[in-house]
């Protein structure tokens, strides 16, 4: 059955899997660790930096991104920045009303 | 079998209507986010110390079961392209049994909360002033949600579980369990900005 866009896809090994997992639960453990040690204004901006790290790795590994057709990554990339966007003005707003 | 007798399919299609959906799903969360955001900013210290209520410790347990389960669902796809169907079911059942795992820690946490009388409409909680309401009304309606998320994934699972000891998804034709992998990818992903925000961020 040879049609469109049904070409054998991309094997990612067992072990890349056990890697990125290993390395999701080390940045959670970082996360708490870091957080519980009070950094004042800081902690916020570094748990949501290794949570956008975090979700990196899934994004383009469990959720094989990294081998799909470039349209997936812009679609997530633009809903991201969408969102980003969104709530700095929204922020913005609030800080200069 | 003659040409014309052969289903059509189109996996790429498949799998962009998921990612469409999926779009919509960050979006939806995305809202709540801003109204966290805007909450947050007005009431910092109730937040601050509502946040410090919550237990870090099933907080962090819920976030290596949920990492543990999409490693193990997206590794059920490499099982399936490796045409090794024990290992696909028996991945795809560990997956199921930590999304289990995952709601009876939630419903123990809730449970505990509830029992201090704080949940939405509570008389205990409205006298701890605006600030709490507006903390334990997101902190539930947002995990809430992502509960449900959960369970609709574990009915997901559930039937491309099925699926598979039927050999209706097989190694040549696996495009649903990338797609049901995709969706419990997304609920993972919800949730590691979930648990900074709720528990960590005091």
Known sequence: MESLGNEKNHIIPYRTFLYVLAGLIA????????????LGTLTVAMALLIAAIKSFFVLRIFMHLK???????????????????VIIITLLDYLYR | ?????????????????????????????????VVYSVY?????????????????????????ILLTSSATIAMSVTAMQKQNKKLTLLLLGITVLLGIAFLVNKYFEWGGHIREHIYPGSSVLALRGQGDVLFYGLYYFMTGLHALHILIGLVFIGFITVFVVRNKVNPENFVLLENSGLYWHLVDLIWIFLFPLFYLIT
Do not use: C, Y
């Open chain 1, 67 to 85: 081998f799909e057709k470039r349209m997936f990554s812009i679609g997530v990339t633009a809903v991201a920045l969408l969102i980003s966007a």
């Open chain 1, 27 to 38: 940045l959670t453990l970082t996360s708490v660790t870091l957080t519980q040690i009070s």
């Open chain 2, 40 to 64: 947050r900013f007005r009431n910092p210290v109730a937040f601050h110390l509502a946040a410090g209520e919550l237990s870090v410790f099933i907080g962090t347990l819920n976030t290596v």
């Open chain 2, 1 to 33: 079998m003659s040409a014309h007798a052969e289903i059509h399919r189109d996996d790429l299609a498949s799998k962009t209507g998921m990612w469409l959906f999926l779009f919509t799903e960050m979006l939806l969360f995305g809202g709540l986010f």
